[in-house]
Structures are given as C-alpha cells and as structure tokens.
C-alpha cells in the first residue's frame, strides 16, 4: 500500500469513493501492527494461507 500511495499518491476524497485511499490503508496497517504487536517484517500468516490454497486445489481438483 505504501507502494501505491508514493507512486500514484492520493486518489481524491476516500468519502467519494468505493475503497479508501492508499494513505488511510497504510495509516490503518501501522495501527493494525502496533496495537497487536505484529512482527512487521514476518509473513504471519503465510503457513495457514498456503494450507487453504492447497486444500481448494484438493476441492477443484487443480
């Protein structure tokens, strides 16, 4: 999000739009990681993700 905020900045108003900006999108990731004390350089997550996509691999038979 970071990213897309420095190379296309803000888009306008997050009120007139459908998806808020990329500014109020990292501002609420780096509260999402402090208040909960996420490791901002883990991938947290990755293992169980990886498992749901395996099994809906299984499920489509992909």
Do not use: D, W
């Amino acid at each position: 999000m970071q990213t897309l905020h420095e190379r296309y900045g803000s888009s306008g108003q997050s009120y007139a739009s459908t998806h808020p900006s990329s500014q109020e999108r990292v501002r609420y990731l780096e509260e999402l990681i402090t208040r909960n004390g996420y490791n901002r350089y883990a991938f947290e997550g990755v293992e169980k993700h990886s498992l749901i996509q395996k099994r809906v691999r299984e499920l489509i038979g992909a």
